[in-house]
């Protein structure tokens, strides 16, 4: 069996010992969300492995994308943080990095000559044009085994924990706003 495989039946084996322990366990939905965590850490290391014969980690590359991806070949580094779920110390670190590399620069923006956007130089778009068929590539082999309905289906469930555990998040924040 393979590493993840292994992983999750190690997880169910505790889980299946915890719940003798402890009465009304929730074990399928804990054992789903332990497997959403070591999927998503694996699949960044995949990335990870892919991007790095080139000189880039995945931060870096979703950077990259983001900015190929945005009206114009533009974005603002604010804009960045909520696509690509990094901090605004974080997305510095990473468009310094990109700019020292020269696959990104600063440039004024058109509407407010104070702020700076980013924008992708030419090597930049060169290393995009030849990583997106190998991630692509990579896409399709994870999902390989899956119907074009179980993809849907499995979008749409995700989606559905995602607005949840927003909801709940919210709740959380608006009852400790009134206790303060």
Do not use: W
Request: proline content about 4%.
């Amino acid at each position: 069996m393979g590493e993840l495989t292994d992983q999750i039946l190690a997880i169910e084996a505790g889980l299946s010992n915890l719940q003798k322990r402890v009465d009304s366990m929730p074990v399928t939905e804990i054992l789903i969300s332990r497997l959403l965590i070591n999927l998503g850490r694996e699949i960044s290391n995949h990335l990870d492995q892919r991007l790095r014969p080139f000189g880039l980690s995945e931060p870096e590359f979703k950077v990259l994308v983001s900015i190929y991806a945005s009206p114009e070949g533009v974005a603002n580094p604010g804009e960045l943080c909520a696509s690509i779920s990094q901090s605004p110390a974080n997305i510095t670190r990473l468009t310094d990095s990109l700019v020292e590399r020269e696959l990104i620069s600063r440039i004024p923006d058109q509407q407010d000559r104070r702020k700076l956007v980013l924008q992708m130089t030419s090597q930049g778009t060169a290393l995009i044009k030849k990583l997106m068929p190998l991630m692509v590539d990579g896409a399709r082999k994870n999902y390989r085994n899956f119907s074009r309905t179980d993809l849907k289906r499995l979008l749409a469930d995700l989606k559905q924990l995602a607005e949840t555990i927003d909801r709940d998040s919210e709740s959380v924040l608006s009852r400790k706003s009134s206790h303060d």
